[in-house]
């Protein structure tokens, strides 16, 4: 059976990563969280006070910088320079400075190439903003994945809540907000929907209906692709 290249876009907190890691796991393909890897640089960037407006500094960086995944217990962890960076990448101050290190085109040329050598063999599905239209302009099955945002915000809310962070509903409506205006508005490789990508508004649909959804689609274009 061919192994096709699947890519899921969409806004934040739409639950891209979930149904990405479902439908690599039925497929027995590859999952990459591209959003982790932006993070991991934030993270990065952080912690040694990169001024993302240095370009030198910016560049310099980047060379510094070794992002991978492994699965730990079933659980897809990412590693930056070696170290376990799973749970601090999805940290608010993190969230809160990711967009801005994302629209940085030192930064998006860097991890585009890491992205597209990852998935060079085909067989991955690749969730985050600019897969389908950008990574891998030729993926067999493009997904552009939506949900209302106060179906976003409430998600994401209690996914925080699980965790123990204590938040306010409405400052992660702002931040889910914020982000989607910076990725949808920023000039280099803005979110947008690949025009050949399929549309899955999962807002009514719990994860074994969108999986459902997004496996019929993966089939089809694994028979075409044969
Ligand atoms: O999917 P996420 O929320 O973990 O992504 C974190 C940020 O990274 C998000 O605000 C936009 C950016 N991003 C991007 O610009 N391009 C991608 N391919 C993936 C994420």
Redesign the pocket.
């Known amino acids: 059976m061919s192994k096709i290249t699947i890519s899921i876009d969409g806004h ?1 907190s739409c639950g ?1 990563s979930t149904l990405a890691k479902d439908l690599a796991k039925e497929l027995h393909y590859a999952y990459v969280d ?3 890897m ?2 991991a640089v934030t993270l990065f960037f952080l912690e040694n006070d990169v001024d993302p407006i240095d370009a030198p500094i910016v560049r310099n960086a980047l060379e510094n910088i070794e992002i991978r995944f492994q699965v730990l217990d079933g659980q897809n962890h990412t590693f930056l320079n070696g170290e376990d960076v799973e749970d601090e990448i999805r940290e608010m101050y993190v969230s809160d400075y ?2 801005p290190v ?1 629209a940085i085109p030192a930064v998006r040329r860097s991890l585009v190439r890491q992205q597209r050598e990852m998935g060079k063999a085909g067989g991955i599905v690749m969730d ?4 389908g239209t950008v990574v891998f302009p030729g993926a067999e099955l493009k997904i552009f994945l939506t949900a209302d945002v106060d179906i976003r915000t409430r998600r994401r809310y209690d996914e925080l809540r699980a965790k123990g962070v204590d938040i306010d509903l409405a400052l992660v409506k702002q931040n889910l907000l914020e ?1 989607d205006h910076i ?1 949808s508005n920023r000039a280099d490789s803005p979110l947008t929907k690949a025009k050949d990508a399929v549309v899955i508004d999962n807002s009514y649909l719990n994860r074994t209906q969108q999986l459902q959804q997004a496996l019929k689609l993966a089939k089809e274009r694994i028979r075409l692709s044969e």
């Open positions: 934040s891209k591209s959003g982790a932006y993070r990711v967009s994302a985050g903003r600019d897969i982000r990725d």
